[in-house]
């Protein structure tokens, strides 16, 4: 079975763009979460949707979105750029959202640069 | 408050046992996990414990939880050069969903 795919792999961007990310989670799991890493320092948690619906967000800015859509892929939107937006965006999906079941599996990530 | 503490480096000579430890903060957290991830990729689930448990053994590597101290370990036997990576503890706090904090991560560094 693939695991969690993410698109693109690599991403340049400028200060005041916006960017979309992409996540398609393993079959069968209906969780997507995001975080974002910054380099030296250990991801930190920016959505979780299961079913459709936010059910967490991190302390992000509202320039960062997200939604899932029907298959249960999912975009992370990130609007008017900065220099701190720098990161390695990781997806992980699980099969719960809680309890036995919601081991979380990640994608290899987004390393968005931001000029 | 939710923080995980992790050293940042530890270095070991292939063929001896690696010993990594972790504190965190949240006595509510039911899920703790230990993740892999090497150079320029995304993050490998190792293991995880159950909070009601003290110890868990997959192969080479055994999860030690004392929900006392808030402290967990991961051991791994026989480190392998391959083994190098950094090392993640997180845990899963109360709270019906899947957000994980982490720890900023350990550096393994395996020499011959």
């Known amino acids: 079975d693939a695991g969690v795919t993410q698109s693109p792999t690599h991403l340049i961007k400028t200060r005041g763009q916006h960017v979309t990310l992409r996540c398609s989670p393993i079959?069968?799991?209906?969780?997507v979460s995001w975080y974002q890493q910054v380099l030296g320092q250990g991801p930190q948690f920016i959505f979780q949707y299961y079913e459709k619906e936010e059910r967490g967000r991190g302390n992000f800015p509202d320039r960062f979105s997200a939604r899932q859509f029907p298959n249960y892929s999912s975009e992370l939107n990130v609007n008017a750029l900065l220099l701190g937006d720098s990161a390695l965006y990781l997806c992980?999906?699980?099969?719960?959202?809680?309890?036995?079941?919601?081991?979380?599996?990640f994608g290899p990530g987004t390393r968005l640069t931001v000029l | 408050g939710e923080d995980v503490e992790q050293s940042l480096f530890l270095s070991v000579r292939e063929g001896d046992s690696s010993v990594i430890n972790c504190t965190y903060t949240d006595s509510s957290s039911t899920y703790l996990y230990w993740y892999k991830q090497e150079p320029g990729a995304g993050l490998q689930l190792l293991t995880y414990?159950?909070?009601?448990?003290d110890m868990k053994q997959d192969q080479r590597l055994t999860v030690l939880l004392n929900k006392k101290d808030k402290h967990l370990s991961l051991r791994i036997a026989d480190t392998q050069t391959g083994d190098s990576a950094i090392y993640f503890c997180?845990?899963?706090?109360?709270?019906?969903?899947?957000?994980?904090?982490f720890g900023a991560g350990t550096r393994l560094a395996v020499h011959p």
């Open positions: 997180a845990e899963t706090p109360k709270g019906g969903y899947n957000k994980l904090i």
């Open positions: 079959s069968g799991h209906k969780s």
């Open positions: 992980a999906s699980s099969h719960r959202t809680s309890g036995r079941g919601n081991e979380q599996f």
């Open positions: 414990i159950f909070s009601n448990m």
